[in-house]
């Protein structure tokens, strides 16, 4: 962008989204004059017009004139927002420019020590670890998570800190107008090719977001996903900085990589991880030696993230050890092994009903692993439960046999059809194309009728039994129905 962009009046097609809220809301601590358009009403949008937006409902041209006077920038997201859109339309008649979401962020992180999370997996939660580890260091961190952080209890915010944590997303390649001065790659697999086309054009993207790390910056990868470490390698043969996080195994394994931080320890016990961390003085001066901390969310995957967090955050100049502690009071993301819910009394007594975004067989298998890992440790005979809600035709069609042998991780799965979302019915393509490959160790259901889906659930459901909703669309809905199923269930003859 040859100039910066004017943000005196900015108004937001899709305002009450979970990315667009987020720099709606950091806009309005900055004095701007935000107005903004969504679908429907919603909690996020309540909130920004409690902050001074004001939103319309319903999109139309005339939404551009809700200050009184045109807006000085249109900001709409390409993915979710159709070109015909009425106020994209008059905002081009007009001559008013319109941006991405991605080019607003970039505006607002200009002049921070940018910390910027990119991967397949794992962003918002190990975003949102960040930002509570930098707070408990004594940073005030400006911030824009994909989700709401439980203890914060929002997506975003204007900080009067120096560091700036926000994550990267690749989907449409965003990721790209961004300038980080620590950039983290967590894990690289193929997704979204619907729009890059190809599984090496989306590799190619990682690349590219590696040689926008800023002069002096530092690019963190993750040193058990072999794709990142590949991106690492490249990186650093281009003259970049980079270390690695990971186990010690993975450390080993792959000495081309400087280690920032190796996870030398972690022990379940009862409801937390307990984790031991080495650092590296590579990472940052002064801050050789081993830190210590307890992780309140489940899973292989949430230590390796909480290590890249650990690391970023000390290349960003945080204290490593008052760090720690914040991993420790980390409560997790809405939405990621979200606790919606316990029964009480009743034959189904003491099931517990989560819900989590999993949407890439890969994150479905280190929720349900989590899970597993979860009940296991209980020793108290309880099953998991996945009522899973596949999300886009291309996905479901790319990823079909191996959504199955994720899915097979769990005692029961009832799987609901596809949520298309952005994308038009595919002919012959619904949700059994994933059924009929699940294990038939595997309880499953196929119910394409969402109504039911929560008396199919209770159904399969014993006590103590850890269900899970899971997908990245409206399943998330169904966590309080399925709680009042499981409440109102009747003692079996």
């Known amino acids: 962008m040859t100039s910066p962009i004017d943000l005196s009046r900015v108004h937001l097609i899709g305002i ?37 937006a004001n939103i319309a409902v319903g999109h139309a041209a005339e939404n551009l ?11 709409t997201s390409f993915a979710a927002i159709p070109k015909d859109n009425p106020e994209l339309v008059s905002a081009a008649e007009r001559g008013i420019p319109v941006i991405r979401r991605s080019d607003l962020l970039g505006e607002l992180m200009e002049g921070y020590t940018q910390v910027l999370f990119a991967g397949t997996h794992g962003k918002t939660s190990t975003t949102s670890m960040s930002v509570v580890a930098l707070q408990a260091a004594g940073e005030d961190p400006s911030f824009a998570v994909g989700g709401q952080l439980n203890r914060a209890g929002t997506n975003a915010h204007h900080g009067s ?19 980080p001065t620590v950039a983290v790659i967590t894990n690289i697999e193929p997704d979204h090719l619907d729009y890059f086309g190809s599984e090496e054009s989306y590799y190619q993207v990682f ?42 195994e993975a450390a080993a394994r792959h000495p081309e990589i400087t280690a920032g931080a190796v996870v030398t320890d972690e022990v379940v016990e009862g409801h937390v991880t307990e984790v031991a961390v080495e650092l590296n003085s590579a990472a940052q001066g002064g801050i050789d030696g081993a830190v210590a901390y307890h992780l309140a ?16 955050c000390a290349v960003a100049g945080a204290d490593a050890r008052k760090l720690a502690e914040g991993l420790s009071s980390f409560t997790g993301v809405r939405r990621r092994f979200e606790l919606r819910g316990e029964i009480t009394a009743g034959p189904k007594a003491g099931t517990r009903v989560y819900d989590d975004y999993a949407h ?44 199955a042998d994720a899915l097979s991780l769990a005692d029961a799965a009832v799987v609901l059809d596809i949520f298309g979302a952005r994308e038009a019915p595919v002919e012959g393509v619904d949700s059994r194309i994933i059924t009929e490959h699940i294990a038939e160790s595997t309880e499953t259901v196929y119910q394409p009728d969402y109504s039911r889906a929560p008396a199919t659930v209770a159904g399969l459901t014993q006590p103590g039994d850890v269900v899970i909703t899971m997908g990245a669309g409206t399943v998330t809905m169904l966590a309080d129905p399925i709680l009042e199923a499981l409440a109102t269930a009747e003692e079996e003859n």
């Open 16 to 52: 009450g989204g979970s990315g667009m809220s987020g720099v709606a809301r950091i806009l309005l601590d900055r004095g701007a004059v935000v107005t903004g358009s969504d679908l429907k009403d919603s909690r996020p949008v309540r909130a920004l017009r409690a902050q001074g």
């Open 65 to 75: 004139d809700l200050a009184g006077e045109p807006p000085t920038v249109v900001v």
């Open 161 to 179: 800190g120096h560091i700036f944590v926000a994550e990267a997303d690749e989907s449409d390649g965003s990721l790209l107008r961004y300038k």
């Open 207 to 248: 690349d590219e977001f590696a040689d926008r790390v800023a002069a002096g910056g530092t690019l963190v990868v993750c040193l058990d996903d072999d794709a990142s470490v590949r991106c690492g390698v490249r990186a650093a043969e281009r003259g970049i900085t980079v270390l690695g996080y990971g186990t010690a």
């Open 297 to 312: 969310v489940p899973g292989r995957h949430m230590v390796l993230n909480s290590a890249a967090a650990l690391l970023a």
């Open 360 to 403: 890439h067989p890969t994150e479905v298998e280190a929720v349900l692993s989590a899970a597993r890992g979860k009940v296991e440790s209980e020793g108290n005979g309880a099953r998991v439960v996945v009522c899973f809600q596949p999300h886009l035709y291309s996905r479901t069609q790319a990823f079909s046999k191996e959504f």
